[in-house]
C-alpha cells in the first residue's frame, strides 16, 4: 500500500487532466517526486480523491477511442497494445472497428511502416522480445498469420529475441520447403 504526502495529492488532483493517460501521468509522478508508483496505483488513488480516470462521465480528462477530442498524434492504450490517434475524422452515431481504424493505429504498425513500407495483407508484426512497449526496429519483425500459428502452439515466443527470431526463421523456412 502506498501512502501519498499532501503536496503528492494536490500534484495529482492539479495535474490529472493534463495527461491522456494514466501511463503518461505516472512518468510524470515518478519523475516529478523521485518514486516508482506504478500506473495502477496512480489510478486507485485517483479514484479515492474523487477523478475517474479513464471511465465515462466524472471528471474524465483522458482519451479513449469514441472521442474525437484527443489530438492527432495522441496515444491511448487498449488491449495491451498503444495506439496512437492519426486522423480526426468523426465517428458515426453507431460507429464500428473499421471506423474507429481510420483513426487510430498501433503504434508498432506505424513503426514499422515508417521505415519499411505499407504492411503486405495478412502481415503481423511482432515483438521479438515480448515486450510491446519497445519499440526499436531491431524489435519488431514483419510474418505472417501462418508462420505465428505454429510458434503460438509450440509456446516458441520468447522474451529472448535471438530466440524467437530464429523460431520465426525456422518456421519460414519450412513453409517455404514444404511449397517446393
Known amino acids: 500500500m502506498y501512502f501519498y504526502t499532501c503536496e503528492e495529492e494536490n500534484w495529482l488532483k492539479e495535474n490529472a487532466s493534463n495527461y491522456i493517460n494514466s501511463f503518461t501521468l505516472t512518468d510524470a509522478f515518478n519523475s516529478r517526486f523521485k ?9 486507485k488513488k485517483l479514484n479515492s480523491l474523487g477523478y475517474k480516470f479513464g471511465h465515462s462521465g466524472g471528471h474524465r480528462k483522458g482519451y479513449g477511442f469514441s472521442t474525437t477530442a484527443a489530438p492527432v498524434g495522441a496515444e491511448c492504450w487498449k488491449g495491451g497494445y ?5 486522423a480526426d475524422n468523426p465517428l458515426p452515431k453507431n460507429f464500428t472497428t473499421e471506423d474507429i481504424r481510420k483513426n487510430w493505429k498501433q503504434k508498432h504498425r506505424l513503426v514499422w ?11 503481423i508484426i511482432v515483438f521479438l522480445d515480448g515486450d510491446r512497449n519497445n519499440f526499436d526496429l531491431d524489435n519488431l519483425y514483419c ?38
Open 82 to 86: 498503444l495506439y496512437v490517434k492519426v
Open 143 to 180: 510474418t505472417s498469420k501462418k508462420i505465428t500459428t505454429p510458434m503460438i502452439r509450440n509456446n516458441w515466443f520468447s522474451d529472448n529475441r535471438e530466440m524467437t527470431l530464429t523460431a520465426i526463421k525456422w518456421c519460414e523456412l519450412f513453409y517455404a520447403m514444404k511449397t517446393q
Open 113 to 123: 511502416e515508417k521505415a519499411y513500407g505499407k504492411i503486405p495483407k495478412g502481415g
Open 35 to 43: 518514486s516508482n508508483r506504478t500506473a495502477p496505483a496512480i489510478r
